[in-house]
């Protein structure tokens, strides 16, 4: 009886890497870090700023959820100084938690906390490798990997196709060999600008991950060289957590192809479908499908 009740305890435990509801799996790993709404040192995005990324993206994910069976419900927690973000469930209720220290990091922009946000909900309902939680039950939430994957290659580029992108990347500084890579990629102008917007925000966050670390910035012409015997579902190193953005924002494949929540391939590049651009970096992925 003793182990029944273990295992009926089990059905009922949030994966250890879902980004947990108290945030010590969050976006981030477990940190210290706190910024006060009233901090001298808050930069960031404002208040406002903060309310208009979340309801541009509540209102696009609202309906998707509810036709998947959920109800989302993302909390606003501006007045609460922790740098993370996180996500859980609980009963038909998808939870993700936003906090005003994130937001107000000197590292984030608008389109980096929109990033965030989109890996929250990636972590939802963003397909597969998923987490596998005690005795593989709990099986709800994408992997980090894959929430940072689908975030550049679905939620913002949604989010961000009928924004005036010409005029927001020209204001952005962006690297070289970002532009010229979805430039060779996509042949039109606004998908184009929409992967230069999706590398950039990866910056943002890429920023903020070196700050938290005390290591040097990511780059896109430095990318990660580790390659794993298995796909790693805790947070990747914040080179390859750039390289995931990167890729996922240089992915062919369109936002009408969604993720399949079993099969890796459905709706992403994938090695086993021929594709050499794009595809999840091999810092955290291994392909179960060649």
Request: charged share 20%.
């Given at each position: 009886m003793k182990f029944l009740s273990i295992v009926l305890s089990a059905l009922f435990i949030v994966p250890a890497f879902a980004c947990t509801e108290d945030g010590s799996t969050g976006f981030l790993p477990e940190n210290d870090m706190y910024?006060?709404?009233?901090?001298?040192?808050?930069?960031?995005?404002?208040?406002?700023?903060?309310?208009?990324?979340?309801d541009k993206l509540e209102a696009m994910y609202t309906p998707i959820v509810s036709a998947m069976g959920g109800k989302l419900s993302i909390a606003r927690k501006w007045d609460d100084g922790t740098v993370n973000a996180n996500a859980s469930r609980s009963g038909s209720t998808w939870l993700v938690n936003m906090y005003?220290?994130?937001?107000?990091?000197?590292t984030i922009t608008e389109?980096?906390?929109?990033?965030?946000?989109?890996?929250?909900?990636?972590?939802?309902?963003?397909?597969?490798?998923?987490?596998?939680?005690?005795?593989?039950?709990?099986?709800?939430?994408?992997?980090?990997?894959?929430?940072?994957?689908?975030?550049?290659?679905?939620?913002?580029?949604?989010?961000?196709?009928?924004?005036n992108n010409a005029a927001i990347v020209a204001k952005l500084n962006a690297p070289t060999l970002l532009s010229e890579k979805c430039a060779a990629q996509f042949n039109e102008e606004n998908e184009r600008n929409i992967c230069i917007r999706g590398g950039m925000a990866g910056v943002s966050v890429a920023g903020l991950f070196a700050a938290l670390r005390n290591q040097p910035e990511a780059q896109f012409d430095t990318p990660d060289t580790n390659v794993v015997s298995k796909?790693?579902?805790?947070?990747?190193?914040?080179?390859?957590?750039?390289?995931?953005y990167f890729q996922g924002a240089l992915c062919e494949k369109t936002t009408g192809e969604e993720v399949d929540q079993k099969d890796e391939v459905k709706?992403?590049?994938?090695?086993?479908?021929g594709h050499k651009m794009g595809t999840r970096p091999l810092c955290w992925f291994k392909p179960s499908v060649q």
């Open positions: 910024i006060a709404a009233d901090s001298k040192d808050a930069g960031g995005l404002s208040e406002a700023q903060f309310n208009d990324v979340i005003g220290g994130l937001a107000r990091h000197s389109d980096g906390f929109a990033l965030v946000l989109c890996h929250e909900i990636g972590h939802q309902l963003g397909g597969a490798p998923k987490v596998a939680g005690i005795f593989g039950f709990n099986r709800w939430a994408s992997n980090e990997g894959q929430a940072d994957y689908y975030a550049t290659l679905k939620c913002l580029r949604m989010r961000f196709l009928n924004d796909t790693d579902d805790a947070h990747p190193a914040h080179q390859c957590r750039l390289d995931t709706g992403t590049c994938h090695p086993s479908t």
